[in-house]
């Protein structure tokens, strides 16, 4: 039966869709500004499936944030402190591998790190934390600093991007993160996180990475002080990098929590436009191969929602999250692996439990093996 679309808007847009063509920049701007959530999310279904069938992919990670003290000081972020902040926290190396090891059994493929702009660590302090990770995990994959990170470990050393990243891939780092993008617009980045790089210099980060055999995820931060033309410009210059690098495994649109922000008078994003950014992200763009619902930051329902408007992913068990916890997420900060499966079964999808690279993971009792 032939999908009823309301909004005249999307009838050419179908077309393309259907077809497999690319949608341009106004195609992306009329799928933020219809309200048929229905036919929208058939549309980005369509993708989806076409892409990955019933398929609902997650995975047994741990976060570990190791500093959340913060040189900068963006109007978007709680968690971020100062030094002298009697709040503020900083681990030790032994503390950074004694936390790995608290949230670690054999099930755990990935560790997730990402932490502040510390003013004093530098990036000797890092390529150790990896070995010594390395070390005593050495099966779980390092999925460690955003762009951001990179690029002020580069500057505090006074060394190129690129050799930064080498240095770090030849202690142990085996991903990046997509942490830090925000909003590529220079006009809404000088508002909410004019202490961060800018747009360009996050994407040369990443192209930085990408060169070197690192994948990387990507990410938008939608919900604050920027529009519908400012998201579309995001996502496209997402999809040029990525036709240029084939670098990024998976898009992670997130919702802004501004709790505890400088920013706390915006209103906090709707399921609605949750939905809507993981279907018009699913649609936009064609060359990620994945499509991630954040269940952290959505809430879990609406991640189960989100696996049939485009996303193939809904993450992790993570274990322990305080970023966006910090700026008033109400979620749990980790899931039992059953949780997962019983959310994405109960979605009618069928779960496959993955690894960072997304490779299968067959358990047999507490052990892992990964099918090439």
């Given at each position: 039966m032939q999908m009823v679309i309301d909004d005249s808007r999307l009838v050419p847009i179908r077309s393309k869709v259907e077809a497999g063509e690319r949608l341009s920049f106004d195609d992306g701007i009329a799928l933020y500004r219809t309200t048929d959530i229905l036919a929208l999310g058939y549309l980005a279904n369509l993708v989806r499936e076409r892409l990955h069938g019933n398929v609902a992919f997650f995975n047994v990670n741990r976060h570990i944030n190791p500093t959340d003290v913060c040189v900068a000081s963006c109007r978007l972020c709680a968690f971020g402190k100062r030094v002298r902040d009697p709040k503020a926290y900083t681990?030790?190396?032994?503390?950074?591998?004694?936390?790995?090891?608290?949230?670690w059994s054999e099930a755990v493929t990935e560790f997730h790190i990402v932490g502040g702009l510390h003013p004093e660590l530098s990036l000797d302090w890092y390529c150790e934390m990896l070995r010594?990770?390395?070390?005593?995990?050495?099966?779980?994959?390092?999925?460690?600093?955003?762009?951001?990170?990179?690029a002020y470990l580069?500057?505090?050393?006074?060394?190129?991007?690129?050799?930064?990243?080498?240095?770090?891939?030849?202690?142990?780092?085996?991903?990046?993160?997509?942490?830090?993008?925000?909003?590529?617009?220079?006009?809404?980045?000088?508002?909410?996180?004019?202490?961060?790089?800018?747009?360009?210099?996050?994407?040369?980060?990443?192209?930085?990475?990408?060169?070197?055999?690192?994948r990387s995820n990507c990410t938008m931060l939608y919900g604050h002080i920027e529009n519908e033309e400012d998201r579309v410009d995001h996502l496209i210059r997402l999809r040029e990098l990525q036709d240029e690098t084939h670098g990024f495994a998976t898009f992670i649109p997130l919702a802004f929590h501004p709790d505890n922000t400088a920013l706390q008078h915006?209103?906090?994003?709707?399921?609605?436009?949750?939905?809507?950014n993981i279907a018009v992200a699913r649609l936009m763009l064609d060359n990620i191969p994945?499509?991630?619902?954040?269940?952290?930051?959505?809430?879990?329902?609406?991640?189960?929602?989100?696996?049939?408007?485009?996303?193939?992913?809904?993450?992790?068990?993570?274990?322990?999250?305080?970023?966006?916890?910090?700026?008033?997420?109400?979620?749990a900060q980790g899931l039992r692996r059953a949780e997962l499966l019983h959310l994405i079964r109960k979605a009618g999808r069928e779960p496959v439990e993955r690894d960072t690279l997304y490779r299968p993971v067959e358990r047999t009792e507490a052990t892992f093996t990964v099918l090439v």
């Amino acid at each position: 039966m032939q999908m009823v679309i309301d909004d005249s808007r999307l009838v050419p847009i179908r077309s393309k869709v259907e077809a497999g063509e690319r949608l341009s920049f106004d195609d992306g701007i009329a799928l933020y500004r219809t309200t048929d959530i229905l036919a929208l999310g058939y549309l980005a279904n369509l993708v989806r499936e076409r892409l990955h069938g019933n398929v609902a992919f997650f995975n047994v990670n741990r976060h570990i944030n190791p500093t959340d003290v913060c040189v900068a000081s963006c109007r978007l972020c709680a968690f971020g402190k100062r030094v002298r902040d009697p709040k503020a926290y900083t681990m030790s190396l032994e503390e950074v591998w004694q936390r790995a090891g608290e949230g670690w059994s054999e099930a755990v493929t990935e560790f997730h790190i990402v932490g502040g702009l510390h003013p004093e660590l530098s990036l000797d302090w890092y390529c150790e934390m990896l070995r010594g990770l390395k070390q005593r995990f050495p099966r779980v994959h390092l999925k460690a600093l955003t762009m951001v990170e990179i690029a002020y470990l580069a500057r505090r050393t006074r060394i190129p991007v690129r050799e930064t990243l080498e240095r770090l891939r030849d202690a142990g780092m085996d991903s990046l993160p997509g942490g830090g993008a925000e909003i590529f617009n220079e006009r809404v980045r000088r508002i909410i996180c004019d202490h961060k790089i800018d747009g360009r210099e996050w994407l040369e980060a990443a192209r930085a990475a990408h060169q070197l055999g690192l994948r990387s995820n990507c990410t938008m931060l939608y919900g604050h002080i920027e529009n519908e033309e400012d998201r579309v410009d995001h996502l496209i210059r997402l999809r040029e990098l990525q036709d240029e690098t084939h670098g990024f495994a998976t898009f992670i649109p997130l919702a802004f929590h501004p709790d505890n922000t400088a920013l706390q008078h915006i209103p906090k994003t709707t399921g609605f436009a949750d939905i809507k950014n993981i279907a018009v992200a699913r649609l936009m763009l064609d060359n990620i191969p994945h499509i991630k619902a954040y269940w952290v930051m959505m809430t879990p329902r609406i991640a189960q929602i989100a696996l049939r408007f485009g996303a193939d992913d809904i993450d992790g068990t993570i274990v322990e999250e305080r970023i966006y916890h910090d700026a008033g997420a109400t979620t749990a900060q980790g899931l039992r692996r059953a949780e997962l499966l019983h959310l994405i079964r109960k979605a009618g999808r069928e779960p496959v439990e993955r690894d960072t690279l997304y490779r299968p993971v067959e358990r047999t009792e507490a052990t892992f093996t990964v099918l090439v």
